[in-house]
T-cell receptor
């Protein structure tokens, strides 16, 4: 089992550029979550999908953020345009079909916007 | 609304000593409760979970936690800490809309 895969692991970009973060959940898991972690705000849920459908995006900071899940094995989180305050570690997590709600986290993408 | 409070930002214990990390929650119904551990530069790893039944749950790496409904607490314990346990520990409550505490950073002294 490869676990949740995220790419890239590190991203440095300039303000105003588009950033795309990628996630491959664990095979067979039907829920996928995107989180943001910062020192100031801790771990925040941005959005989660169930069976590829966005269920709750109330944590998405603003319209500059968007997320998609075109199929069960791939999701993206896009920031356009990026701003320095978006600098954070972004985690993807997936959860199995059983109603256990336990989440398995990827290693994260450290985003730096200069 | 559900919420989690971890009162201790940072705890230091000596290797071999016992450990207890505190967690208090607010939740409208019977909570789903979790403890996760995060090592530097890594994602979060599930240590243990509580849904129902026995209020003392065992997890990986020798950790256990006890659910106390009357105190709205779910404290994490380990009888003897190892240097490799140094990490950040997060308590979480909820289902799909999980909420995490701010975390407790554990330092282990040799």
């Amino acid at each position: 089992d490869a676990g949740v895969i995220q790419s890239p692991r590190h991203e440095v970009t300039e303000m105003g550029q588009e950033v795309t973060l990628r996630c491959k959940p664990i095979s067979g898991h039907n829920s996928l979550f995107w989180y943001r972690q910062t020192m100031m705000r801790g771990l925040e849920l941005l959005i989660y999908f169930n069976n590829n459908v966005p269920i709750d995006d109330s944590g998405m900071p603003e319209d500059r953020f968007s997320a998609k899940m075109p199929n069960a094995s791939f999701s993206t989180l896009k920031i356009q345009p990026s701003e320095p305050r978006d600098s954070a570690v972004y985690f993807c997590a997936s959860s199995p079909r059983t109603a256990s709600y336990e989440q398995y986290f990827g290693p994260g993408t450290r985003l730096t916007v200069t | 609304a559900q919420s989690v409070t971890q009162p201790d930002i940072h705890i230091t214990v000596s290797e071999g000593a016992s450990l207890e990390l505190r967690c208090n929650y607010s939740y409208g119904a019977t909570p789903y409760l979790f403890w996760y551990v995060q090592s530097p530069g890594q994602g979060l790893q599930l240590l243990l979970k509580y849904f129902s039944g026995d209020t003392l749950v065992q997890g990986i790496k020798g950790f256990e936690a006890e659910f106390k409904r009357s105190q709205s607490s779910f404290n994490l314990r380990k009888p003897s800490v190892h240097w490799s346990d140094a990490a950040e520990y997060f308590c979480a409550v909820g289902a799909a809309d999980m909420r995490f505490g701010a975390g407790t950073r554990l330092t282990v002294k040799p």
